[in-house]
Antibody, heavy 121, light 109 residues
Framework: EVQLVESGGGLVQPGGSLKLSCAAS????????MHWVRQASGKGLEWVGR??????????ACAASVKGRFTISRDDSKNTAYLQMNSLKTEDTAVYYC????????????WGQGTLVTVSS | DIQMTQSPSSLSASVGDRVTITCQAS??????LNWYQQKPGKAPKLLIY???NLETGVPSRFSGSGSGTDFTFTISSLQPEDIATYYC???????????FGQGTKLEIK
């Protein structure tokens, strides 16, 4: 069974940092692109960023709203993807989902349960 | 950047009704368009990929069509368990961007 389990969410002050993890199981993690998508309470879905597989040079990309503040990485030996969030703003408050893009074709066929990040003083 | 315009933002229909949601891209995206269902408190679920392909295990009452800039998502006969918010999403490679529509909240009349 495919599983994606996010962790690392919590309360952080504006300007602070947080690192989210996404532990994957049940599929060949090393061959899949992985993305992060967030959703503020009562709002729609917003793509945050992605990291491709080793075969695609671990290429990363991020949304303009987080570029320069957020970094995506992965450790294929641990079947885990990461989202490092720095210089956090109140508007970054959201549930953060990791998703699988198995064909690197832009469709997210598996999602984690999400982890809540709250940026507040 | 490509913008996605999804309509309507909310929709009320009766069980058994045919329901249609549209999504319009600001420029040609070929068939790089997916549809997701999100129930309250849950993660989204992929229903349709590449505009018209039904994801494995998804009931056949769900379908998608379109290419270029105009896309349609249809539920042929609405069921009570279909109450959810539906999102379209496009994929662009240059630069990489994965944009969601604003969502359509579907309710039972």
């Amino acid at each position: 069974e495919v599983q994606l389990v996010e962790s690392g969410g919590g309360l952080v002050q504006p300007g602070g940092s947080l690192k989210l993890s996404c532990a994957a199981s049940g599929f060949t993690f090393s061959g899949s692109a992985m993305h992060w998508v967030r959703q503020a309470s009562g709002k729609g879905l917003e793509w945050v960023g992605r990291i491709r597989s080793k075969a695609n040079s671990y290429a990363t990309a991020c949304a303009a709203s987080v570029k320069g503040r957020f970094t995506i990485s992965r450790d294929d030996s641990k079947n885990t993807a990461y989202l490092q969030m720095n210089s956090l703003k109140t508007e970054d408050t959201a549930v953060y989902y990791c998703t699988r893009d198995i064909g690197d074709a832009g469709d997210f066929d598996q999602w984690g349960q999400g982890t809540l990040v709250t940026v507040s003083s | 950047d490509i913008q996605m315009t999804q309509s309507p933002s909310s929709l009320s229909a009766s069980v058994g009704d045919r329901v249609t949601i549209t999504c319009q891209a600001s420029q040609d995206i070929s068939n790089y368009l997916n549809w997701y269902q999100q129930k309250p408190g849950k993660a989204p679920k992929l229903l349709i990929y590449d505009a018209s392909n039904l994801e494995t295990g998804v009931p056949s009452r769900f379908s998608g069509s379109g290419s270029g800039t105009d896309f349609t998502f249809t539920i042929s006969s609405l069921q009570p368990e279909d109450i959810a918010t539906y999102y379209c999403q496009q994929y662009d490679n240059l630069p990489p961007a994965y944009t969601f529509g604003q969502g359509t909240k579907l309710e039972i009349k």
